[in-house]
């Protein structure tokens, strides 16, 4: 059974940096998008940046693009977020997600992840 585990989350000034890690494990993780996704208050889960396991390719949401970044390791089956130039807007609990449809499109809406971890608190302050 897959297993995400998130972490690297905390209380970060404005402009200040933070990244995210979520580790992996229980699945064939080569043929899976991972997702980072946020979830404010209030608001409904957003999409932030996912990245094919096997080609690393990205993809981002137009408020983050330019100061969040999507990668991989695959020798740790970890994927991070590193998160620059951070807002109060960005204050979320962050969660990692699994799409193992192996279509290789970049959805952007929650419903088409299957496995989530458990989520990280980001703050940011102003």
């Known amino acids: 059974q897959v297993q995400l585990v998130e972490s690297g989350g905390g209380l970060v000034q404005a402009g200040g940096s933070l990244r995210l890690s979520c580790a992996a494990s229980?699945?064939?993780?080569?043929?899976?998008?991972l997702g980072w996704f946020r979830q404010a208050p209030g608001k409904e889960r957003e999409f932030v940046a996912a990245i094919t396991w096997s080609t690393g390719i990205t993809r981002s949401a137009d408020s983050v693009r330019g100061r969040f970044t999507i990668s991989r390791d695959n020798a740790k089956n970890t994927v991070y977020l590193q998160m620059n130039s951070l807002k109060p807007d960005d204050t979320a609990v962050y969660y990692c997600?699994?799409?193992?449809?192996?279509?290789?499109?970049?959805?952007?809406?929650?419903?088409?992840?299957?496995?989530w971890g458990q989520g990280t608190q980001v703050t940011v302050s102003s």
């Open positions: 229980g699945g064939i993780f080569s043929r899976y998008i």
């Open positions: 997600a699994t799409d193992r449809s192996g279509s290789g499109i970049f959805y952007t809406t929650a419903p088409a992840y299957d496995y």
